[in-house]
């Protein structure tokens, strides 16, 4: 069986600044993909990052990158110079081979004007 | 890049009656799609794993019966949710495989049902 935790409920950013969001995971495959989806009021799931687990290049997406940790199995996002359209619940999800995705718990994050 | 269109996107029925969902990839074939439901704040509980031309493969404790899945062609997979009751109630969403070959998942905007 695989898990993901978010261990951060929420999290809040002033507007400008940086932000971390921490992830961790478990799995047994040797083979599998990451991804940070971010879910604003709308709902609508929406891809942020990606990183193949074969790769040690951390993953940069524009104002997003993540710090891949595959020893210590874990998946933190950055989010630099904070928007206020960054404000939404984000989500780590692990995907293996088998193709299900298992997503965390989330982490709902507020941006301060 | 991959899109896919799910529908309605709210939907309001009576107990006892049964709703369909459908997901759409619009510009690629899916051989493979997930329904998913959420709760407010809660993260996304796969339901089942939905294969164009055989049967849907259903998570442990998700009710075949009432969530009956249909994957028909390689560009629809359907959710019906029969004899609804209230606690039926929930946001569904579909997702399906993107074609790069890189694991990503493109989600539909999702359903949300409220049995009254």
């Known amino acids: 069986a695989q898990t993901v935790t978010q261990s951060q409920p929420e999290m809040s950013v002033q507007e400008a600044e940086t932000v971390t969001l921490s992830c961790t995971y478990d799995t047994s495959e040797s083979d599998y993909y990451l991804f940070w989806y971010k879910q604003p009021p709308s709902r609508q799931m929406i891809l942020v990052i990606r990183?193949?687990?074969?790769?040690?290049q951390n993953a940069t997406e524009n104002r997003f990158s993540v710090n891949f940790q595959k020893a210590a199995k874990s998946f933190s996002l950055k989010i630099s110079d904070s928007q206020l359209g960054d404000a939404a619940m984000y989500f780590c999800?692990?995907?293996?081979?088998?193709?299900?995705?298992?997503f965390g718990d989330g982490t709902t994050l507020t941006v301060k004007p | 890049g991959a899109v896919v269109s799910q529908h309605p996107s709210w939907v309001i029925c009576k107990s006892g009656t049964s709703v369909k969902i459908e997901c759409r990839s619009l510009?690629?074939?899916?051989?493979?799609m997930f329904w998913y439901r959420q709760f407010p704040k809660q993260s996304l509980m796969l339901m089942a794993t939905?294969?164009?031309?055989?049967?849907?493969?259903?998570e442990q404790g998700v009710e075949k019966d009432k969530f009956l899945i249909n994957h028909a062609s390689l560009t629809l997979s359907t959710l019906t949710v029969t004899s609804a009751h209230p606690e039926d109630s929930s946001f569904y969403i579909c997702s399906a495989e993107a074609e790069d070959g890189r694991g990503g998942y493109t989600f539909g905007s999702g359903t949300r049902l409220t049995v009254v």
């Open positions: 999800a692990l995907n293996t081979n088998a193709g299900k995705s298992t």
């Open positions: 510009d690629f074939q899916a051989t493979t």
């Open positions: 939905s294969n164009e031309g055989s049967k849907a493969t259903y």
């Open positions: 990183q193949e687990a074969y790769k040690q």
